[in-house]
């Protein structure tokens, strides 16, 4: 890893630390829940016992630094082409719980932020994420989710729930080349059938009419989706609580907190065999 950052080549002022030292500072950080000025001398710690002769940077730093930082998510691809499973949660990142106003009393003022993921079935890695505020919905981030999966990646489908059941979400979908596994609305109607992926909408809504919603979502492989539904908890108990108040810090804090998520994908993850 790079600790310096290199030259700009532009006039001004030049930063001392690159992008992948100030990241790894926060992740310490978001690893252990402390603040910035503990994260510094936790910092100091480890490269003293490594025998490291670099600088720390200082928690105004940090701080700065990680309103506008890049933060890079490193994931374990598969073997086979990518199945993207979309899922959206919120994030609580002011205010106490509902258990603890409920029993000590207090403000129940809260602040919720939302928190979109696309994470591939085959390694439980999160590949792309998205942050955004209570009031904006799911299928809006859909396009930012897969512009993220570079473009040489083959996608072969991209399960979401209904909220996702949208034109622009069928057309961004079928433009990387993926299926579209997306249950129709209650109340879903016909599409007029000018491009594919309204044809192969309006074949999904006759599916349900005839066959049932259930008999559906076990032909197309729509109970895959549990696997996102199993690790938004997971995103859940480790994103819960941030520290950051400013938006732009929060998204930077939270994308550093995946990033510990996909290292304990990576470590190891259970196993369920069935038995008799």
Partial sequence: MSWYAPPTGKRGYQPEFSDAGIQSCLTIKGLFGIPLRQTTGFVESLLR?????????????????????????????????????????GIMAEGKGEWNAHKHGGPKKR??????????????????????????????????????????????TAPADGAHDTPRCHNVIAARGAAAIIPPRKNARLWKPTTASAVARNKAVRACKDLGRV??????????????????????????????????????????????????????????????
């Fill in 49 to 89: 016992l490594a025998r490291l002769d670099w600088k720390i940077p200082d928690f105004s730093t940090l701080c700065r630094r990680q309103k506008t930082l890049n933060v890079a998510i490193p994931y374990r691809g598969g073997s086979g082409p990518l199945h993207l499973l979309i899922d959206a949660t």
């Fill in 215 to 276: 008999l559906r979502r076990k032909w197309t492989g729509y109970h895959r989706r549990s696997r996102a539904e199993t690790k938004m908890n997971c995103a859940k108990l480790l994103c819960q609580g941030p520290m950051a108040r400013d938006f732009d810090r929060l998204v930077a804090e939270l994308q550093v907190r995946i990033t510990v998520l996909n290292r304990y994908t990576d470590l190891g993850i259970p196993v369920t065999e069935p038995i008799g």
């Fill in 111 to 156: 602040l919720w932020r939302k928190l979109h993921l696309g994470m591939d079935e085959e390694t439980l890695q999160i590949r792309a994420v998205g942050v955004t505020t209570s009031n904006v919905g799911d299928a809006p981030m859909l396009p930012d989710l897969l512009e993220q999966i570079p473009a040489d990646q083959d996608i072969a």
